[in-house]
Each structure stands twice: as C-alpha cells, then as structure tokens.
C-alpha cells in the first residue's frame, strides 16, 4: 500500500553520488513522445528505496514537480488507488475500476508530475501496458521513478537505461557498520574492534541492510572472541552472502524471537505491518511467554521482543500514528525470505496452483483461491492441529458461508481466524465450537448484520474485530462473558452501547470504536474497563460528548479522537484518567480549544490532525512540556505560529509539520530545543 517517502537525511550513508545522478536524470527537459520511466535495479538490501526516498524528497525535485506521488504495490487497481487517495482525502473505499480511471486521469490530467513505484515485482507487460496508457494524461516532462530488483522488470518498464545501484564504498561501509555496532562516539575505546569491523564489513559487500543488521547484532557487545565469532563465521562462504549473514544473526537470536520472527511469514511479502496486530497475534498463537513479573501484560512483553527484532533490523520503516489510528512497520523482503525458511513446513501459502500441503502446516494463509466455492483443499481436510486461518493475503475473504462453516467444522483446534474483508452474510452458531480460538477477524465484511449468541462461548477469545461491517446492527446482549477479551474493534449501527455489554469485559486492554454512524453516546458502563489501555473513538459523527465515566480509566495510556464532527472537548479538564496518557491523537473536530488542562502531565506523543479551526498550539500543551517527545501536526490549514513556549518543552526530539500551508515561520529560540533530533516539514 502507499507508504510513507520521508527520509532521515542522518541516517543515510554513502549515497550522494547517486542522489545527484538520478535528480539530474529527472530534471533532464525533454518532450518525450511517451512516458518517461526510469528504473533504479538492484540486488535486495543494496537501498533502492532510500535511494528513492532522498530523490523523492530532494529540494531541486520538489520544486520541479507540481505533483509527487510515492506508490508501493504494483496492482493496478490498488495502485491507481493510492494515486486518487494521495491527491484527493475525501475519496471513499470500494471504487469500481472504471471509477478509479476516471478519478486518476482527473488528478493527473496535464500535471507535471513524478510518481515512484517502488519495489516492483510484476513482470506482465499487458497489466503495465494498462497503466501507462493511464498515466500519459500528465503534463509532458512527468516523470516515473521505478525500483525493482528485477533486471526484466527494469527492461519491460524502463524508457532509458536502468540505473544499477552498487553497494557502498569501503569507508562508507565502515561508517554505517560502527554507527550500528556502537553508541555515538564510543568506537574510539575499542581500536581492536574497530579493526575487527573493518574486515566483517569486507564480507558485507557494500550492503547497507546486512551492514546494518551485522552491526546491530554485536550492539553493546565488547567481547573479542564474538567479534571474531561473527568475521569467521562458516556462513560467510555462502554464495547468497546477504542472505547467509540474515540466517547467521537468525541464529544467534533467543529461541523466543526465533519463533516471532518465524510467524511474520504469515504476512504477505512488502505489505504494511500493523504493529498492535502483530503483538496480539503472537500473544493468541502462545509464543508471548509470561516474565517473572506477573503483573507484567503479554502485550508489554510483546512491545519487548519487537523491540528486540527491531533492534537487530529486522524490522524496518516503522511511522507511530503515520495512518493516524496506528503505529505501523514493514519487513524487508530478504527478511521475509527469511522468516518463510525459518518457518519451515509449518507455514504454506495455498494457493489454486497447490495440490499437496504437508501434514506438518499449522499456519495457513490463502493467496489467489476460489474462495466462492464451497470445498476446501482435499490435502487440507484431515489436518485437524492446524492453528491459524488467514485469507487477508489479497485483501479478499471468504464469499460463502457454508465455506466458512467447513473450516469451522475441519479445524476445532484454531487459535487465529483472520477472515477481514470477507462478503458472507452470516457467521455461522458454531463459531461457538472453537474453544480454543484466541483471535477472531471479519473486519471490513459490508453483508454480515447480527453476530450469533454462540460467539458467547468463547471464553479463550482474546481479540475481536468486527470494525467496517456497515451492516451490523449490534453485538450480542451477553457479550460480557467473553471473559478473556483484551482487544475489541467495532463498527455498529448501535445509538448507544448497553451498560451490561462492554462495561461488563474488564479484561479489555484496547477499544477501537469506528465509524459508528448513529452512535450517540458512549456507555457509562466505562467506568469498570479499569485495565483499559487505548481508547479509539474514530468516524463517529453523531457522538457529543465524552462520558463522565472515563475518570475511572486510571489505566489509559492511549487516547485517539478522529472524525467526530460532532464532539467538543470542552469540558475534558475534569476527565481524571487522562494524567496516564501518555500518547494523544485528535483529528476532524470542530474545536480544541478548552479550558487549562494541567493533568497532561506524563504525556510524550502528541498528533492534530484535520483540525480546520487550529491557529497555534492549544496552551494546554505546556502542561507537557517536560514529557513530550514527539508532536505532529498535519491538515490543519489556518495553522499560522508556532507559540514562543514551543521552547518550554525541552524533552522535543521529533517535531512534524505537514500539509499546514499558512505557517511560514519558526520561533527565534527553536535552538532551545536542544533534545531535538528530526524537524520534518512537508507541504
């Protein structure tokens, strides 16, 4: 999907040379007959998209392009959505095919526009054919940046020569190496380990992700003996080096990540990893273990060995709040590759080409099935230990529900059920049989109008999400007994949520409320959600104000308010819970304005988002000012002045500024600010 081009200059070694090439090749004038499309290529990790990014976001290209538009997925129906969505924000989902041509040639017609594609895989000349023929309604000297690893992908696409991107330079290498082995400046005690380094980063090859993934791996690591572990390793004489060295810090990780990182094969390659999701996945499967302190939540454990995996790069990209309702990361392909070996025969994508899969599979994700039909996979059926049922891997679910009867009645001994975006109208009562089913998914299903009482018997269940289902007209009036629940997203049609429901789940750790269009009012039965972490209310245009229950959540760590048209936050001064908070996000409300509000004390992370009334910083913000970390505005366009106090919040290491088009100045004293690492501003 469309991901985020912003780039931190800082952490980019090596790659002013080619910046400079590839800017120069875009801004050449010309009056091309015929689109014109430069392919960047290369081996995986060697920084195609960081290359891109520096290109995207250079000054020169800015100012060139009336439009630039930044593209991940290469289906033509996705991208052409992402395209309308990057120049339009109020596009609705679900548009037909003719509809999205329509809209794109509208957003293109005679711009100058650059638009990157970014990790390119199609091969299919007739489907890339489809796209250009869109595209050609720009203006002449628009331009179409491509990465790919593919050299005949870069050959199909490509109207000049394709740029081949080589790894770093050995000093270059080193550099970024030391800047991943060792904290800021504390190379200079260990010249021994330095000389180490110097010949690990020869077997690197020049590329920056093994570079950086190596260097992490010996973080804070000052013993020789592994220094030299690592330079000798027998991985190294492998003739796919940057996978070897992937494989080599696999195996040095601690059982527990082993298998984390093995489960992440579940997601298909290149997409959007929902970090919440992803925690709540590993928790339902088993593979969260408890800490000595038994006080301590799975999910903190969880955020500690997704640190841990981030830590070493196995993650990467990570944006908190970047779609607004939350954090999100990806996974480099080669560490997709990966984590598929590692997963072994466990894992298998079925797809209609599939005849046998192995009787050892417990995770099964499916990929370009007839999910119309009614049969499952013969080699399937008698695999009655298998754990996890996904279909999001197209974004496409189940249409039958006699289909998903059939996996209900096969596989009794499912943890996770993951059946988002599906269309069958009816989940069936023995959804009540699964016993042991911790995670249950229809998310995104617009047909499905009531969920069966029998949903009450699962008494394991920890997660369900039921956002998007515009038809659902309530949840169950007993839902209450889903005694282990810790994670519910919702979309009804419900006015108002029955005391008894909700109120009654206090095991809840997070609630996503979105889009409920008739909802008036939220339950007072807040008040005993007393383990309550995060509280989403999103797309609720008819709610007006927030109950007098919430002073209960003593525990609420995460507050999101977005398009709620309807709210004021006038009198949220006297919500007592919110001295917890420690991350805020508001967007698309009428006003924020409010009384002082002096309990923001252990707030860090601060988003305004579409708030069209906004001029400045709410004063009430200097009530954070020794804890805040991080604050984005964006969409906001009567933002005018940032308040001379900005230099009162002396814990600032990341300020954002988007989209703001009437702020044209800083504060004198922004060098007060003397924690602060990243300055972003954009539009």
């Not at 030299?228 to 810090?249: C, F």
């Not at 249950?440 to 394991?460: A, F, R, T, V």
């Not at 760590?557 to 977005?562: H, P």
């Not at 805020?584 to 006003?591: A, F, N, R, S, Y």
């Amino acid at each position: 999907m469309h991901t985020c081009a912003s780039v931190n200059y800082a952490d980019v070694v090596g790659r002013e040379f080619d910046r400079e090439i590839v800017v120069e090749m875009l801004l050449k004038s010309g009056n091309e007959p015929t689109l014109f499309v430069f392919p960047i290529v290369g081996v995986g990790g060697t920084g195609k998209t960081t290359l891109a990014k520096l290109v995207y976001n250079d000054r020169k290209i800015v100012r060139h392009f009336q439009l630039r538009l930044w593209v991940r997925v290469f289906k033509v129906d996705e991208l052409l959505e992402q395209i309308v969505k990057s120049v339009r924000e109020d596009i609705c989902e679900n548009l037909d095919m003719n509809e999205l041509q329509n809209l794109v040639r509208k957003a293109l017609h005679e711009k100058n526009y650059l638009i990157v594609l970014d990790d390119v895989w199609n091969e299919d000349p007739v489907k890339w054919d489809e796209l250009k023929k869109l595209l050609m309604v720009g203006a002449c000297g628009s331009k179409i940046l491509v990465t790919t690893r593919l050299e005949e992908v870069a050959s199909m696409m490509g109207t000049v020569p394709a740029y081949c991107l080589k790894g770093l330079l050995s000093e270059d290498c080193l550099i970024l190496f030391l800047r991943n082995a060792f904290e800021q400046g504390q190379e200079v005690l260990y010249p021994n380990l330095v000389g180490i380094a110097s010949d690990i980063v020869q077997k690197c090859e020049g590329n920056p992700l093994v570079l950086e993934a190596v260097g992490s791996s010996l973080y804070k690591k000052t013993e020789e003996s592994l220094w030299n572990e690592v330079k000798n390793h027998w991985r190294w004489n492998s003739n796919q080096y940057d996978t070897a060295a992937l494989r080599m810090i696999y195996e040095q990780l601690p059982s527990n990540l082993k298998v984390c990182l093995a489960y992440c094969s579940i997601f298909p390659k290149g997409s959007v990893i929902e970090i919440d999701k992803l925690i709540q996945l590993w928790v339902a499967e088993g593979l969260i273990s408890q800490s000595s302190n038994e006080s301590e939540d799975l999910e903190d454990i969880g955020i500690q060995y997704f640190q841990g995996l981030l830590s070493r790069s196995f993650f990467q990209e990570v944006e908190e709040y970047r779609s607004i309702f939350t954090s999100i990361c990806r996974m480099h392909d080669l560490v997709h590759d990966l984590a598929l070996s590692a997963a072994g025969f466990e894992f298998c994508t079925v797809t209609s080409h599939i005849q046998n899969i192995s009787d050892e599979v417990r995770h099964v994700a499916f990929s370009d099935y007839d999910l119309s039909g009614k049969e499952l996979p013969p080699s399937l059926l008698n695999n009655h230990a298998l754990r996890t049922i996904s279909f999001s891997v197209d974004g496409i679910g189940p249409m039958s529900t006699l289909y998903v009867e059939n996996c209900m009645a096969r596989f009794m001994q499912l943890r996770v059920l993951d059946m988002s975006d599906s269309c069958f109208d009816e989940l069936p009562s023995s959804i009540g049989e699964l016993k042991y089913l911790r995670y249950l998914d229809i998310s995104g299903n617009g047909s499905i109008k009531e969920l069966p009482d029998s949903i009450n018997k699962l008494l394991s269940l920890q997660t369900l999400r039921v956002s998007h289902c515009a038809q659902l007209e309530g949840l169950p009036k007993d839902i209450g007994n889903l005694i282990s629940l810790r994670h519910l997203h919702i979309t009804t049609k419900q006015a108002c949520f029955p005391d008894k429901a909700i109120g009654c789940l206090s095991s809840l750790r997070s609630l996503f409320i979105y889009s409920c269009n008739n909802l008036v009012s939220l339950s007072e039965g807040l008040q005993h959600l007393t383990s309550l972490r995060t509280l989403a209310i999103i797309g609720c245009p008819r709610l007006i104000f927030l109950p007098s229950a919430m002073k209960h959540l003593n525990a609420l760590e995460n507050l999101l308010i977005v398009d709620c048209e309807e709210l004021a936050l006038l009198e949220w001064q006297d919500i007592e819970g919110l001295r917890m908070v420690r991350s805020l996000v508001i967007g698309g409300l009428p006003e924020l304005e409010s009384k002082d509000v002096q309990c923001l004390g252990s707030l860090q992370m601060l988003v305004l988002a579409g708030l069209p009334q906004l001029d400045t910083l709410p004063r009430w913000l200097e009530g954070a000012s020794v804890t805040l970390q991080y604050l984005r505005v964006e969409r906001c366009p009567k933002f005018a002045a940032l308040p001379k106090w900005l230099e009162n919040l002396s814990s600032l290491e990341k300020l954002e500024i988007s989209k703001c088009s009437t702020l044209f100045s800083w504060p004198e004293r922004m060098s007060c600010l003397s924690n602060l690492k990243v300055r972003r501003i954009d539009n």
